[in-house]
């Protein structure tokens, strides 16, 4: 610490080096996509927005081009489906079932590839969805692993 106190002191007596800062004059920092930034981009800046956005004070790019944004905000689309589905599941008129959970994903490749059943049979037996089964790809693509039990 002292020796950084030291090399600090020696520069500000530099009259070479303080004339440099001096023509350098304030510099303008960095644009930050972090939304805790406290730096506000002034429309004037040197630094254009990268995300076209006249005036705004922010540099963030708009929810829509976001990608880490874009799987979350999928992903709870694809939940609020699945629990429609869920809420809709053995009612009249119902399409049939597009989301499975593992142990109807493991009795559709069992039915399929191990009992040869049709895709269109597994669905109706199943309640699916029609072309759900076609999904998991050819005889091969999704298996079953046998369980191991601890002895």
Known sequence: MKKLQTEINLDASDPDFARSLRQLGAVQPNPTLSPSSTFAAHPSS?????YGQQGANTTAPPQRL???????????ELAG??????LEAGKRGSAGRRFLDVGTLRSVVTMRDERGMSNEEIERVLGLRS?????????????????????
């Open 66 to 76: 976001n990608p880490a944004l874009r799987v979350l905000q999928a992903r709870a």
């Open 131 to 151: 072309g759900a089964v076609a999904k998991l790809g050819p005889k091969g693509v999704v298996g079953v692993e046998g369980i191991q039990l601890d002895d």
């Open 81 to 86: 489906e699945a629990e429609r589905e869920f």
């Open 46 to 50: 040197h630094f254009p927005n990268p």
